[in-house]
């Protein structure tokens, strides 16, 4: 299934979960095999068997510029989010007009998008905490748009290019990973 390695791509793989209180370090895309942040085989588990999220509800200052972008139009960081999730199937813009149009006029997007995080939590294994999800969605909607995108970035995902392109980067890299490096012939002085 998986002809380079024989592992499971970068994004089909659990992120592992920093301690409370440290910011993670900066995402780095882990198919470059340059400089990764953490090694995406040691991960922490939740003792229900789920894996954690890579980083807290509560840690939205730690990617700034989304905090902001989250903060004054959360369309934006839902549909970005979605695409991901729905694996292209519905587009970044779509998406975000949605949840506007149900923000707007009934001021229940936080059920709409809680629906994701439940979809991504399943694609992922990660465990439902430190709440349920409609909790976390209703009372903290924001820091849980805030999370769940922090959760795709430190997965390798560039959230600002969508599904496709960011599939076509994944399979170059492979691509780059799985050919041999050129060694010439014989010795020069």
């Known amino acids: 299934m998986y002809p380079i390695d024989q592992s499971p791509p970068p994004w089909q793989q659990p992120a592992p979960m920093y301690q409370h209180g440290q910011p993670p370090p900066p995402p780095v895309c882990s198919l470059s095999g340059q400089n990764q942040p953490f090694p995406m085989q040691n991960h922490y588990m939740h003792p229900t068997g789920k894996v954690l ?21 959360p369309c934006v960081t839902f549909g970005q989010i979605a695409e991901i999730v729905d694996h292209g199937s519905v587009s970044c813009i779509a998406n975000g007009i949605v949840y506007s149009v149900i923000l707007w006029f009934s001021g229940l997007a936080c059920l709409y998008s809680c629906f994701y995080r439940s979809r991504l939590r399943y694609q992922y294994s990660l ?56 060694v010439e012939d014989g010795m020069k002085r």
Not at 131 to 145: G, K, M, Q, S, V
Request: negative net charge; aromatic residues 16%; hydrophobic residues 40%.
């Open 53 to 73: 999220w890579s980083t807290g509800v509560c840690d939205c200052c730690y990617d700034f510029p989304n905090c902001i972008i989250t903060m004054f139009c």
């Open 127 to 182: 465990a439902e905490t430190p709440y349920p999800d409609w909790c976390i969605h209703i009372f903290c909607e924001l820091c849980a748009l805030c999370q769940e995108y922090r959760e795709l970035n430190n997965r390798g995902f560039d959230m600002f290019i969508g599904w496709d392109a960011n599939m076509a980067n994944f399979q170059q890299q492979a691509l780059q990973r799985s050919v041999p490096p050129v």
